[in-house]
C-alpha cells in the first residue's frame, strides 16, 4: 500500500481515492488521518476480494448515476426557475 498526497488527482467532493495498490489523498493531513486510511484500507481489501476490475465497474456505475442524478437535479431546478420567472405577475387591487 502506498499513500500519495495531491490534490489535483482527487475529484470535486472526494477527500480520497484507492486505486489498488495505492491510496491517493488530498492533503498532507489526511496522510496521517488514521480513520482515513483505515477507510481507504477497508476499499483496498475489497478490491482484492472483487479481484479488482468487477469493484472499479460497481464503482464507475455508482459515480455515473449519482453523477447523472445531480445533472437532472440541476436542471430540473433550472427549469423551475426559468418557469417562475416567465409566469405573469398579477395584479390586485389594494381597497
Do not use: W
Not at 476499499?43 to 464507475?60: A, K, N, V
Not at 453523477?67 to 395584479?91: A, D, E, H, W
Amino acid at each position: 500500500m502506498f499513500v500519495i498526497v495531491s490534490r489535483y488527482l482527487i475529484p470535486k467532493g472526494f477527500r480520497g481515492l484507492t486505486l489498488f495498490p495505492f491510496i491517493i489523498v488530498s492533503g498532507i493531513d489526511l496522510k496521517s488521518d488514521v480513520v482515513m486510511i483505515n477507510h481507504e484500507k477497508i476499499h483496498i481489501r475489497q478490491q482484492l476480494e472483487l479481484l479488482i476490475l468487477p469493484f472499479f465497474y460497481g464503482m464507475e456505475l455508482s459515480f455515473l448515476l449519482n453523477t447523472l442524478s445531480i445533472k437532472i437535479k440541476i436542471r430540473l431546478t433550472g427549469i423551475f426557475l426559468l418557469s417562475v420567472k416567465l409566469m405573469p405577475m398579477k395584479k390586485t387591487l389594494a381597497i
